[in-house]
């Protein structure tokens, strides 16, 4: 007799966020620091001029020159804000891209996702009549290119939900990871074999503070005519609210994104799109100074987590922490329940970015919170570990 499956239970984000005080929410993935000033003023300002009525579906023109000048300076990446058919639009939130790619792509097809995956990646997928399948990194975060290969080509070839694209997180969320070239030239290896799309998600992009830098898979020869680059202004100016962020590729590709965001949002919203575009490049240092502010707080907490025993993953990055628990637990949903239980504190088990065992024992823990805040959940975390 056959045994049942036994199908896993994730751990539910926005859940265990739910439940978990301020002061101790090192749980969701937002940037809950405060908003540039300049930026608060001008936002103010055009929404009391009463500049609050309908946009085009691919944003506003003044952010989509910036955009693109951002794209230019910081990708190497030449678009032009002017095309037709749009190479630039704004979305909402990096999810409203990613759902437009959901629509315009993947209704019967597949993407595949390098595991630990961030979940939206799948669930929008799976809302829009399309799957997503894991293609599991080893427990070093590394992965074999001819396996990879490989199991593209399986997936490539099958009858139902064929594969249609990679996607490529870098950073990466949970882990934080930053693909070297080396890698991000294998799966351009294999898109280009295989011809298929690669959707790269790069909004932790001003976050890296490693030896590795990032590196768009887009300016790799040949990945331009494949590859959406999907991005947000949610996490590095701290507006996660205001649901705004990006998408750039050939027009081609970006032209049906634009079509579905038309039926589905009508538009970004408009005055905090005309604000964000007076700002967004007018501090030349300002994503220099984002980097090292956070840079300061992944040395600073994540001393701590050693000093209670975490082992901590050397991502490269500095928006999250990826972290082995102390070694005296095994299942990172009990040891974050004694954490919520008994300090207060809240952290994401590992489970909910996986659908093998391997990381059971991991948490992500998000640092884009006041000192104040990492200082007091670190105190409480070792008043019940030390």
Known sequence: ????????VKPDIRAITRLVPPSGNLVQGQSE???DPQLAREAAEIIAASQNHYGGSEGDSNLRVAVAEKIRRYNGIEVDPDARPFEVMVTNGGTGALIGIAQSYLRGKSALVFEPYYPYHRRILEEFGGKTESFELDGNLQFEKDALLARCKELRDRTEYPLKAIIVCSP????????????????ADVAQELDLMVISDEVYEHYVVGEVPHTPIASLPGMHERTITVNSFSKSWNISGWRLGYA??????????????????????TPLQAALAKVLMADGDYYTKLRDKFDAKRKAFSEGLVDLGFDIYNSGSAFYIWARIPEQFNDAIAFNEILMRDAGVGMTPGSAFADNDLWDAHVRICIARENSILEGAMEKMRSILK
């Open 248 to 269: 750039f590729g050939k027009g081609e590709l970006i032209a049906p994104i634009n079509a579905a965001a038309n039926v589905i949002y009508v538009c970004p919203v």
């Open 1 to 8: 007799m056959t045994e049942p499956k036994v199908i896993k």
């Open 33 to 35: 620091l405060p908003i």
């Open 172 to 187: 990466a969320n949970p882990s934080g990871k930053v693909m070297s070239q080396t890698e991000l030239e294998a799966i």
